[in-house]
């Protein structure tokens, strides 16, 4: 094919759109299916034969704008409506027991 006025004219036509899930230019129109995430699939594509496309869009990624706050009530045991236990108390008791 040559790159002058003949390959013009098959540049005005979309066949792939951005994907309502993902975010990619992926989604294929005429398909309405999304090549990267599968979207409507309720299971998001992947593959074990490509690691690294797994490792770029696992958990932890993104934002994580509610596991990062579960992570911290994890820590601190799940406590609501009390006080912290004090830092002070905590340093002397372990500085009286060595």
């Known amino acids: 094919m040559t790159k002058g ?4 004219g098959k540049r005005g036509k979309r066949n792939t ?3 309502r899930r993902c975010g990619k230019v992926s ?3 005429q398909k309405k ?3 990267a995430c599968g ?5 998001r594509r992947s593959y074990q034969w490509s690691q690294k496309a797994i490792r770029r869009r696992t958990t932890g990624t993104g934002r994580m704008r509610h596991l990062k706050v579960v992570a911290r009530k994890v820590k601190n045991g799940f406590r609501a409506g009390t006080a912290p236990p004090s830092k002070k ?3 002397r008791a372990a500085a009286a027991g060595q």
């Open 17 to 19: 759109m951005q994907c």
């Open 27 to 29: 989604y294929h129109i």
């Open 89 to 91: 108390k905590a340093a």
């Open 5 to 8: 006025t003949t390959s013009q």
């Open 39 to 43: 979207y409507p699939a309720a299971k």
């Open 33 to 35: 299916r999304c090549a």
